[in-house]
């Protein structure tokens, strides 16, 4: 809408500004004229439309290359937020002493393949990726260890340790969400 906007304005000032040429200045205007000027035009809406191609192009590319590891990561993110919510249930309940008698189903194996992808963005598809993606992924990489060391010293109980980490999965999970929508031409809503 903004570049719609944009446009209008700078057609409105253009055209004014012809008029002005044309009546005020007492600018002969013949047809050689208005076949240089169709010529310009024309060739200013050739280039425009190139240069979008060649943006919508790149970002096809872009997307084409990242679509399958993106979407993947943000499947692993997802069972690691459930898996979260899981372990501060069983948490819940053992300290109210509700979870002895039943064990809630453990999903490690959700967290273990969470680290794999990381580990495989940040290793294979970094230079392939957005810059500022990859800083919150490295980001998020080094807070996930550094609560993960915290909870194994006991210098905060696995209940906090799992509320902050399910805290850590939203945030980017909600980044990169939107940049899947970016990326992929759809409009984040």
């Known amino acids: 809408m903004l570049k719609f906007t944009a446009g209008v304005i700078l057609g409105i000032a253009v055209g004014l500004s012809g008029v002005y040429v044309y009546h005020c200045l007492g600018f002969e205007f013949d047809l050689s004229h208005a076949t240089n000027i169709t010529i310009a035009v024309a060739t200013l809406f050739a280039v425009s439309i190139h240069f979008d191609a060649q943006r919508t192009a790149k970002k096809n590319r872009i997307w084409d290359t990242n679509k399958e590891m993106l979407l993947d990561l943000v499947h692993s993110l997802s069972k690691a937020m459930n898996a979260t919510d899981l372990e501060i249930e069983y948490e819940l309940k053992h300290q109210t002493g509700q979870g002895s008698a039943e064990l809630a189903e453990r999903e490690v194996a959700s967290f273990d393949n969470l680290d794999r ?48 980490m399910h805290g850590k999965y939203e945030a980017l999970y909600g980044k990169l969400i939107r940049f899947v929508g970016k990326i992929s031409g759809i409009k984040y809503t």
């Open 117 to 164: 992808k990381i580990d495989y963005v940040l290793s294979v598809y970094s230079p392939l990726m957005d810059s500022k993606l990859i800083a919150d992924i490295k980001t998020f990489k080094s807070e996930s260890d550094e609560i993960t060391r915290q909870a194994l010293s006991d210098e905060v109980s696995n209940l906090e340790a799992y509320e902050e």
